[in-house]
């Protein structure tokens, strides 16, 4: 690489606009036949595409079962595979909208989808609803309007911005959004949800790190599905964020074939804690149309918490949930190791599968 190459490299505008989409792309990286590309043209057309030159770059392309590829080169059967229960918004977000692009589902807290662009599409994503026909916009209006929501409910304490992805948002536009929600005094946390540090590593600047930091108590959770995501490059951008004083957790889709195996799942934690990302919660894959090949059984997430459980550091362990349809909330799904509560004893299985009584005599919560 040249110099000036390795500079455009480490520009994130050049990344952007960089973006490789389109049907020629493919067709070349997958050397599809032509009566093949008719699939990839519907696929594309019904769930746009989009992937920047760094993440395609982490993409080895003579391994057909590539975790980075999965998540973000289409697939036919996004639009020709479906499983029973699959719906366009399985979790009824819609339904939860007091004003557009707005989620109030917890009593303290909303996630606003502040904007419905991203500089990667994945392909596992549970709003792709979203990418044809936007349920909000990043228009100041749309932002306003949800400002006015949170200031008249003073039980809101909490404002995820999520969207789409918020870091992909004009950096004026979103220091306006997140000063006018810091503003409202019963808003106490401000909360990012964002994969850029993982898909767009240098749009995280030194620049972007000061505004957010002037907005704490401000978290950021990212979204880091596989090890092999976890580069030099990632982790500086999440070095950056630390050193503003910005703490990060970050969420895991749990994905066929992708991660869904307790090896990878534990070393992507492990990873993640070693460059102080702390792993927050591993989704079972909801069952959102377009991505049902990559659901997997409940069965398989349990049995990955059980593999980590009480033999890696707790620090590295996730919370396992499903995000209910319907909108009834997240569920968090644990192995139990409290078989049974009786009268003067519970009973406990140990990380090790051994049976342990516990004593717990009746009297113990009565006053003395
Ligand atoms: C996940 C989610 C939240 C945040 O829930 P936490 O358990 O606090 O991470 C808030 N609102 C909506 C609509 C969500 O989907
Ligand atoms: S960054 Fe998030 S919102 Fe955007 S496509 Fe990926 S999962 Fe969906």
Not at 14 to 30: H, I, K, M, P
Not at 162 to 181: I, N
Not at 212 to 224: Q, V
Not at 248 to 274: A, E, H, M, W, Y
Request: hydrophobic share 35%.
């Amino acid at each position: 690489m040249s110099g000036s190459e390795a500079g455009q490299w480490s520009d994130w505008r050049w990344q952007l606009s960089n973006r490789t989409r389109g049907l020629g792309a493919l067709s070349e990286f997958l050397q599809l036949a032509s009566h093949e590309e008719e699939i990839y043209r519907d696929v594309i057309a019904r769930y746009r595409y989009a992937v920047t030159p760094y993440y395609l770059s982490l993409i080895d392309w003579s391994d057909p079962d590539d975790p980075i590829k999965k998540q973000c080169i289409p697939d036919p059967r996004e639009i020709s595979f479906s499983l029973p229960g699959s719906e366009e918004d399985p979790l009824a977000e819609r339904a939860h909208m007091p004003v557009p692009g707005l989620i109030h589902r917890y009593p303290d807290r909303v996630l606003a989808m502040a904007t419905g662009t991203c500089a990667v599409y994945c392909r596992h994503c549970n709003r792709k609803r979203t990418w044809r026909n936007p349920e909000a916009g990043s228009t100041r209006e749309a932002l306003y309007r949800m400002v006015d929501y949170v200031a008249g409910n003073p039980r809101v304490r909490e404002v995820i911005v999520s969207g789409g992805d918020p870091l992909t948002m004009q950096q004026r536009l979103l220091d306006e959004f997140l000063k006018a929600l810091r503003k409202i005094p019963h808003v106490e946390v401000l909360r990012i949800g964002t994969r850029i540090p993982v898909v767009l590593p240098m749009r995280i600047t030194e620049d972007l790190c000061r505004m957010l930091a002037r907005h704490r108590p401000l978290w950021i959770n990212t979204h880091f599905n596989h090890p092999r995501e976890i580069t030099p490059e990632s982790a500086e951008a999440c070095e950056r964020i630390l050193r503003s004083g910005i703490p990060l957790s970050n969420q895991t889709v749990l994905l066929k074939g992708v991660n869904d195996s307790p090896g990878v799942i534990r070393d992507l934690c492990r990873g993640l804690q070693r460059i102080m990302v702390r792993p927050y919660y591993l989704f079972h894959c909801d069952a959102a149309q377009g991505t049902d090949h990559f659901r997997t059984d409940i069965r398989k997430g349990i049995g990955i918490i059980q593999g980590m459980w009480g033999k890696i550091g707790g620090m590295c362990i996730p919370n396992y949930v499903a995000d209910l349809p319907g909108g009834g909330g997240k569920a968090m799904m644990m192995p139990s190791y409290l078989l049974e509560v009786g009268k003067d004893e519970a009973i406990f299985r140990t990380f090790e599968g051994k049976i342990v009584r516990y004593p717990c005599p009746g009297g113990a919560d009565a006053l003395v």
